[in-house]
């Protein structure tokens, strides 16, 4: 086993709500995805049914581009799961790299703003 299949991409927190279908599934469920990499995500789901090996279908929008994209559950527990993206081709991976680029930005400009502030302050 490589290095990177032992360690997973580094997270970026966050909180968006997608849907979510098992493979098999006739409808989806909502969750929550609390934290995301270019390789997976922690899904909040709560309902502990999600169980290893599953096969998803997630469906999350982007600045208004809507995307399914797959992923297998690695772990599983009454809070949420653990899921590795398989991508199937190179949109599905940009979805995920603008959706980190988008929230990495934000949150830049939420720091230059307070250091604005504690410059003015201090």
Do not use: C
Not at 22 to 35: C, D, W
Not at 36 to 53: M, R, T
Request: charged letters at 25%.
């Amino acid at each position: 086993m490589s290095t990177t299949e032992k360690n997973p991409a580094p997270r970026i927190p966050l909180k968006l709500d997608v849907e979510y279908r098992r493979s098999y599934a006739r409808s989806g469920e909502i969750g929550h995805l609390k934290n995301i990499s270019l390789s997976g995500a922690f899904l909040e789901h709560g309902n502990g049914v999600l169980k290893a090996n599953d096969k998803l279908l997630i469906t999350f929008i982007v600045s208004g581009r809507v995307r399914k994209i797959q992923a297998n559950v690695i772990w599983s527990n009454r809070l949420g799961s653990g899921v590795k993206f398989a991508p199937t081709n190179n949109r599905d991976v940009q979805i995920v790299d603008d959706l980190m680029y988008f929230i990495e930005s934000k949150r830049e400009n939420r720091r230059d703003v307070l250091d604005n502030i504690f410059k003015q302050v201090g």
